[in-house]
């Protein structure tokens, strides 16, 4: 997110106190606070599954072998440590695991930090299934999944859209709200699952959390272990322990799963010189990622791409398909105008000749043009109510008043890492979405990044203010990540009071939403998950928001008890192809997923370790 370039600047002096003392040497491989959830037994790590289809999920753990000898070093995440061991799975309909569909057993090693997938096929579809690892005499925690519906028969989806969980940002109760629903299809999460900081001056969250909630390692993730490590701290939190125990998880990374504002070949926070080779730093992001998710891989050979095709499609039965767009690896570099960006863009103002020129120049790209191609077939034509659309970054055009912004009022600016950083992507898109038929089905764009809520209905052209609505966009908040109140409070002299700061907050988020005609709804106060539920009559979208600041509770991410709470909802109608109010929460699921039943079909488990 880059709404405003200067989140360093919210550090203050008890922060830099202590980064004096954790910023210390770069590099330091913090072995005792990596080996802390490890000790906790060879499953400390949890487990977890994705990536869903109509007869197969992943299902993932890690599993820290026991040393050796008493006083042998604990082979932590990130260390190269530990033997290869072998890790049994198996996979059930009931949670005491009596009708048993599938089991086997895969080795894992320190080439794939010991972490383990197993992509379980065979199974039935829109079936709710339990899962669990065994190794050297320990069994695992039971973990709950469940199949898509296949192409015969209609159900409605449920599923939770999340980004931006910063763990340095706050407490993870999103996540725990998320573990104790039992409505779930799934968890979408669309970016910035980590984040690469460091607890020194590059530290980035409240201040109220330094020394009980600090990052691992200590300084920023840089090389395989850090982002080995980085990932095992996420792990190890209970609440996304418990939400990743629960549900299956479909995720993409964004920027921050390697550094600030990548673009193919660099990041806004990437310095050659310190910091060495870029390719190789994402590589090995990539690398600890895909060890570390339970994420699903397209066969390498079957679909050659350009680097490795991460973007995917799910598919739920009639209902409509879920695109999964993965918009880093192969982007051009952000435009930025300098003094307001100098690398990886930002905040920009328009309306200079040279700027605009090079905002919508056609050979500048978000998605690759085969990942735009390919998304452009998926939405065309299949006559199924919905396409949905999971991605990074803003594709509404937005535009932010200067006034707003501190920078000077007669100043429009765009935010050049958004879809608006790449204008002639974005055309080609809603032109795209303009011209399907009415009956080929509506598109649904689900959005992070921005750790603010909005609903927005996409225009047809960025230029027209009596615009045609050709789909609208959800974007859901933080989990934890600051977003525009954070950003208010620390630009505000100190001492303002929390209720001037949420008002001052409100009133920019008032503006920009003034300033955009098709921008329906837009929170910058609350941070949480936004509940998505699909019927072929609608799609609603549920807001769940920690509580408003108050003179009592200034940052509820703090508070570990504080959870988020039903906030707003809006929808879009089959049809209509724009936003309109809903009247209130989703209730009940009228279809719940199959369970407990054994059907009697045979199934193959197929098993590849992870890495
Ligand atoms: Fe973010």
């Not at 763990?167 to 799934?186: E, K, P, Q, S, V």
């Not at 504080?562 to 909802?569: D, G, K, T």
Request: aromatic share 8%.
């Amino acid at each position: 997110m880059t709404v405003q370039p200067s989140r360093r600047t919210v550090l203050k002096g008890a922060a830099l106190a202590a980064a004096a003392v954790a910023g210390g040497p770069l590099r330091v491989f913090d072995a005792e606070a990596a080996a802390a959830p490890a000790s906790d037994g060879v499953f400390g790590y949890g487990v977890a599954s994705g990536d869903p289809t109509a007869d197969a999920v992943v299902i993932w753990t890690r599993a820290t072998p026991p040393p050796r000898r008493p006083g042998d070093p604990v082979a932590a995440p990130g260390s190269g440590l530990g033997q290869p061991l072998q890790v049994h799975w198996e996979v059930a309909r009931d949670a005491s695991f009596h009708h048993r569909v599938g089991h086997g057993h895969v080795w894992t090693s320190p080439a794939s930090d010991h972490t383990v997938k197993v992509d379980v096929r065979g199974l039935d579809a829109y079936t709710r299934y339990w899962y669990r690892f065994r190794a050297v005499g320990q069994t695992s925690a039971v973990g709950r999944t469940q199949t898509a519906p296949d192409d015969g028969l209609l159900h409605a989806l449920r599923f939770a859209l999340v980004s931006c969980s910063n763990y340095t940002g706050g407490y993870f109760t999103a996540y725990r709200a998320l573990g104790r629903r039992d409505d779930l299809d799934f968890v979408l999460h669309v970016g910035d699952y980590i984040y690469e900081y460091g607890n020194g001056a590059d530290r980035y969250g409240p201040l109220a959390l330094v020394g009980t909630r600090d990052g691992v390692p200590a300084t920023e993730t840089i090389d395989l272990a850090g982002y080995r490590l980085r990932h095992a701290l996420h792990k190890s939190d209970p609440d996304l322990a418990l939400a990743h125990r629960r549900h299956p998880w479909i995720t993409i990374f964004d920027d921050h799963e390697v550094a600030n504002n990548t673009w193919a070949a660099g990041a806004e926070n990437h310095t050659p010189g310190t910091e060495g080779d870029f390719a190789l730093r994402r590589r090995q992001a990539y690398q600890a990622y895909l060890e570390w998710m339970p994420f699903r891989l397209p066969d390498q050979q079957a679909v050659p791409h350009q680097g490795t095709r991460f973007f995917r499609r799910f598919t739920f039965g009639p209902l409509g398909d879920l695109s999964v767009l993965e918009t880093r690896q192969n982007r051009s570099p952000q435009v930025d105008v300098p003094p307001f960006t100098s690398t990886g863009g930002g905040l920009i103002p328009i309306g200079i000749p040279a700027v605009d020129a090079q905002l919508a120049d056609p050979a500048r790209h978000l998605p690759e043009p085969e990942q735009l191609g390919w998304l452009a077939d998926g939405v065309a034509g299949r006559g199924r109510p919905w396409h949905l659309i999971g991605n990074q970054v803003i594709l509404t055009p937005v535009r932010f008043p200067g006034a707003v912004l501190g920078a000077p009022p007669e100043l429009t600016l765009v935010n050049s890492d958004q879809w608006d950083g790449y204008q002639a992507d974005q055309a080609a898109l809603l032109a795209h979405l303009g011209a399907q038929p009415p009956g080929a089905g509506d598109v649904v764009v689900l959005t992070g990044d921005i750790h603010s809520s909005w609903a927005m209905d996409l225009p047809a052209s960025r230029s027209d203010p009596a615009y045609t609505p050709v789909g609208v966009e959800f974007v859901c908040p933080s989990v934890t990540s600051d977003g525009f109140y954070e950003l208010v409070r620390a630009a505000l002299p100190a001492g303002t009071s929390v209720a001037a700061a949420v008002a001052t907050t409100q009133g920019i988020t008032a503006t920009v939403a003034g300033a955009n005609p098709w921008i329906r709804y837009l929170d910058g106060l609350g941070h949480g998950y936004t509940l998505i539920d699909v019927t072929p009559q609608r799609v609603q979208a549920d807001y769940y928001h920690t509580p408003r600041p108050s003179s009592a509770l200034p940052d509820p991410r703090v508070d570990a008890a504080v959870e988020p709470a039903y906030a707003v909802s809006w929808q879009t109608v089959a049809g209509s192809r724009r936003v309109s109010a809903a009247s209130g929460p989703v209730g009940a699921r009228g279809d719940e997923p199959a369970e407990g039943r054994v059907i009697g079909r045979s199934m193959a488990g197929t098993a590849a370790p992870g890495g």
